[in-house]
């Protein structure tokens, strides 16, 4: 009650004019309503929004369509882009006759995912930390129809302009492929856009440290600071917003796709995570970088379980653009402490407090509740079985002799192999009720759909090597 009242009052005080009541769908894409001021106060909080979903792809059919939101209080703040002044709270869906959880609302399974960890005696609570890297750009423009099927971006400080002719000159600072970490400006263009996306996560009540550019031409990162599971979650969808609309206010457009260019760095989103219990962490010891044995089964739980959370860290075709064996992309089901190679990583850290393990294979077009749900679960799933991860993997992977390298399972290819794996291994998820098979089939359902309008669209490479045999 104590954080609705809150809400109630900022509401109050900032003498809000609209509540934007937001959702996220199966895709991860965040939705909204907006009701006047005058429709909200304690009640309505605790009693929740009638809507239709039948409209959401993945979700309802049109003859059982009415759902409810539940607004999370706790989650409130003011819209730092709407003229008129507005308050967003994030909410979970249930159903509107018995109250229980709808089984497909990815907010909900990562409420779950919560509860899960505390009841399974493991943990009380799992910090998540995630990178998420993008791409900003000028111009994009792209083709989908049967005569043509084509894209092309642009950006003035992209590597690709140094010839360009340019109105007021070409004044040549940028830095070129794979050679954007870090260079200070004139060549980093985006210092003041970085500032502002950042300055404006803090302005909503985000915790955040650090930007820079990235590794790609046009490549950029902004730090979050740790968090829970659910809470960062929400806060993942405010950095996505944050950073769409500042980049709009400025004249340029923001991508999350984790390949949008051919040549350079991709886009991924490693996640740091933690478990801990009785205010004590769980994940150091005095096992391999200072470790404990249950990170250990945790680090094998990801491990073992990676093809199948493909579907839901790297849920995109273009996803496995980036995790392609031979390049510099965590591919390789291997752990270790001093290198990057591997998909599993384990930060250095002096504190015990600090000790997590990183997944390196995840994208940021993952849907954020999804992803750190199945993350924990297959973690939990490590710690329950004793599931061992092997030994670690020291070496520098990219450099190993083929015969062994082909001894270090990788993960999925494709999409079209992640979700392959999550129809033949899905019982860790379906643990405690946290996924469900309903919500299993639907998500997968939605994408198929996304693997077969990719499988059936000639890509214009083709036309390249194909044409004239």
Known sequence: MSSIKDAVKLMKDEEVEYVDVRFTDPRGKLQHVTLMHTEVDEDFFEEGFMFDGSSIAGWKSIDQSDMKLIPDASSVYIDPFYAEKTMCVHCTVVEPDTGEPYARDPRGTAVKAEAYLKASGIGDTAYFGPE?????????????????VSY???????????????????????????????????SDEGQDIRSEMLS?????????????????????????????????ADNLQKYKYVIHNVAAAYGKTVT????????????????????WKDGKPLFAGDKYADLSQEALYF???????????????????????????????????????????????????????????????????????????????????GIKNKIDPGPSSDKDLYDLPPEELAAIPTVCGSLREALESLE????????????????????????WDEVYAYEHTPHPVEYQMYYSC
Not at 431 to 447: N, S
Request: hydrophobic content about 40%; some cysteine.
């Open 299 to 381: 680090i094998g739980g990801i491990l073992k379980h990676a093809k199948t959370l493909n579907a839901f860290t790297n849920p995109s075709t273009n996803s496995y653009k980036r995790l392609i064996p031979g390049f510099e992309a965590p591919v390789l089901r291997a752990y270790s402490a001093r290198n990057r190679s591997g998909c599993v990583r384990i930060p250095w850290a002096e504190s015990p407090k600090a000790k997590r393990v990183e997944a390196r294979f995840p994208d940021p077009s993952a849907n954020p509740y999804l992803c750190f749900a199945a993350l924990l679960m297959a973690g939990l799933d």
């Open 256 to 275: 999350f796709m984790p390949k949008p260019i051919k040549g350079d760095n991709g886009s991924g989103m490693h996640v740091n995570m933690s478990v």
């Open 200 to 232: 404006t996560m803090k302005r909503i009540g985000m915790k955040v440290d650090k930007h820079h550019h990235e590794v790609a031409t046009c490549q950029h990162e902004l730090g979050m600071i740790f968090g829970t599971l659910v809470e960062q």
């Open 152 to 186: 092309q971006v642009d950006a003035e400080n992209a590597a690709w302009n140094t010839d360009t002719p340019m109105e007021m000159g070409n004044l040549a600072h940028r830095p070129g492929y794979k050679g954007g970490y870090f260079p200070v400006n004139p």
């Open 424 to 447: 033949k291994d899905h019982d860790f998820l379906l643990a405690g009720d946290v996924f469900t098979k309903d919500q299993i089939e639907g998500y997968m359902a939605l994408k």
């Open 132 to 148: 998420a890297e993008f791409f900003i750009f000028d111009d994009v423009r792209y083709s989908v129809t049967p005569e043509k």
